[in-house]
């Protein structure tokens, strides 16, 4: 499976950006979509995951009512569509795979059986 990030920028405090995570390869379909992010200094953190047919979402509390997470299988793409940013959601953020019997496990990274490049989102005052 090969995911590709992008969506990234800089914006301020209170703006929004859209990321989008690109899925290809072979039986990608078996496989949901996280995204983390990474701030300097710091370890993964989780911010939200979907199956491919939208049915089962997660998010983490530090996101909810301000990021959406969303699947168009047309494209084989995963949308995180970010709102309200706020200086604290600068970070690298990267989308991975997880094998949906593991779904389970979708806020432990270490979980994750592929990742993709990050893209940098940069929250500025």
């Known amino acids: 499976v090969q995911l590709q990030a992008s969506g990234g920028g800089l914006v301020q405090a209170g703006g929004s950006l859209r990321l989008s995570c690109a899925a290809s390869g072979r039986a990608f379909s078996d496989y949901e979509i996280g995204w983390f992010r990474q701030a300097p200094g710091k370890e993964h953190e989780f911010v939200a995951a979907?199956?491919?047919?939208?049915?089962?979402?997660i998010s983490a509390d530090s996101v909810k009512g301000r990021f959406t997470i969303s699947p168009d299988t047309g494209t084989n793409t995963v949308l995180l569509q970010t709102s309200r940013l706020r200086l604290e959601d600068t970070a690298v953020y990267y989308c991975?795979?997880?094998?949906?019997?593991?779904?389970?496990?979708?806020?432990?990274?270490?979980?994750?059986?592929?990742w993709g490049q990050g893209t940098l989102v940069t929250v500025s005052s």
């Open positions: 991975a795979a997880i094998h949906t019997t593991k779904w389970r496990w979708v806020r432990y990274s270490q979980k994750y059986d592929f």
């Open positions: 979907i199956t491919w047919d939208g049915r089962n979402t």
